[in-house]
């Protein structure tokens, strides 16, 4: 899939959950979102892309999901 479109789509979850009062259970719930119905090889794309430029694209929950619960957003063989 397109590096973009991935990261447009995880945007719009990242703004759908931004509006939680809590900074902290709106990332989790972004992870959560990214784990339940993405599939294992977009979630491994964009895992990919942090360090990246398109990294800077990111929303900064989505960012911090990535980073804070890459264990549980990595898929295992």
């Known amino acids: 899939?397109?590096?973009h479109n991935l990261v447009r789509m995880?945007?719009?979850i990242g703004d759908f959950f931004g509006s939680?009062?809590?900074?902290?259970?709106?990332?989790?719930?972004?992870a959560g979102h990214l784990h339940?119905?993405?599939d294992p090889r977009m979630r491994?794309?964009?895992?990919?892309?942090l360090g990246?430029?398109?990294?800077?694209e990111?929303?900064?929950?989505v960012r911090e999901a990535l980073q804070q619960h890459r264990a549980r957003l990595t898929?295992?063989?």
């Open 52 to 56: 990246t430029p398109a990294e800077a």
């Open 36 to 38: 339940k119905f993405w």
């Open 10 to 12: 995880a945007n719009s």
């Open 58 to 61: 990111m929303h900064q929950l």
């Open 1 to 3: 899939m397109d590096g």
């Open 20 to 30: 939680m009062p809590d900074h902290d259970e709106a990332v989790g719930e972004v």
């Open 75 to 77: 898929p295992h063989a």
């Open 44 to 49: 491994t794309q964009i895992l990919d892309m």
